[in-house]
């Protein structure tokens, strides 16, 4: 069995070409292919197996499980393609060249790729942003606002309330403002602004918010709502309604919107005016303009009327 497969590499070692001091063969080739197969193989391998790990270790949160899957990953992959090159017997000595070439190509065509990798781990290690967290981020045409779902090696992945997942470079969260809506604690304020006409009867209008914010689903009981008389506008005295919630991650509209749901049948039931804004004109020479009138109407008028 030994000699037949000693024949048949050295049938197959014949079958190619000679380039100066190097011999391509199909035995050649086919070791170049099995190698690498097995490379990749392997590497696929170890590097669930470390995810696996990391994440049965419970002590550490998410964001520490994931640094050290991609740590893990990244030595795995380096060991993998090192061993790869010694099985194959290639002499790095007369890649020399080749290599620096490699390198100069990458520091100017991935130069954004490695440094979207290095942001990614620098994210995870000072955990400023991690799996879970609810953030906003300016972008040209405003925020985006929902949860990251997942730090990968190039981009963030964070959806939206619309389940729309936008995927966000690691180099745009290190250098730009990033509003993180749960860092040190989940609890968010929501400021609700109303406004009532001038008359009603403040302290009723402070009680039926009350009863609408404690009424309405997801608003925490402490820290305890409130409702500050922020001015007296030109139409309207103006209130605003402050509610807690600690679940950012499943919208902030929909909260406001069932507090004023709520506020608008309250007030309609209790007869409180929301108004709209008017303005009142004084005319301070009625009378001069009176006889412009009436002289207008008496030129207008047919001279046999």
Do not use: C
């Not at 590499?9 to 190698?35: M, P, Q, T």
Request: hydrophobic share 50%.
């Amino acid at each position: 069995m030994k000699q037949q497969i000693a024949e048949s590499i050295r049938l197959l070692n014949a079958i190619g070409f000679d380039i100066g001091n190097y011999h391509i063969s199909v035995w050649g080739a086919l070791r170049i292919v099995i190698v690498v197969l097995l490379v990749f193989v392997m590497g696929q391998l170890v590097s669930k197996l470390a995810r696996r790990m990391f994440r049965r270790i419970d002590r550490l949160d998410r964001a520490q499980q994931l640094l050290g899957e991609k740590i893990a990953s990244i030595a795995v992959w380096a060991l993998a393609i090192l061993i790869g090159i010694d099985v194959l017997g290639i002499n790095l000595t007369a890649l020399t060249v080749f290599s620096g070439a490699f390198g100069l190509a990458i520091g100017f065509g991935l130069q954004k790729t490695f440094g979207n990798l290095i942001a990614g781990i620098i994210l995870l290690m000072d955990r400023s942003i991690k799996p879970g967290d609810v953030i906003a981020v300016a972008d040209g045409k405003g925020n985006t606002f929902g949860e990251v779902k997942k730090i990968g090696i190039r981009a963030v992945s964070v959806t939206t309330r619309d389940n729309r997942e936008y995927l966000i470079p690691n180099e745009n969260l290190m250098t730009q403002q990033v509003e993180n809506w749960s860092y040190s604690s989940r609890e968010v304020s929501i400021n609700i602004p109303v406004g009532v006409a001038y008359g009603s009867d403040l302290d009723v209008v402070e009680k039926l918010l009350l009863e609408a914010i404690s009424g309405t689903p997801r608003v925490l009981g402490f820290p305890s709502p409130g409702v500050l008389l922020t001015a007296f506008g030109p139409s309207s005295i103006d209130l605003t309604m402050i509610v807690w919630i600690d679940d950012p991650e499943a919208g902030v509209g929909n909260v406001r919107s069932d507090v004023l749901w709520k506020v608008w049948r309250s007030f309609k039931e209790h007869g409180i005016e929301i108004p709209f804004a008017q303005q009142d004109v004084n005319l301070k020479d009625s009378a001069g303009l009176r006889r412009i009138a009436d002289a207008l109407t008496a030129r207008e008028k047919p001279a046999d009327a």
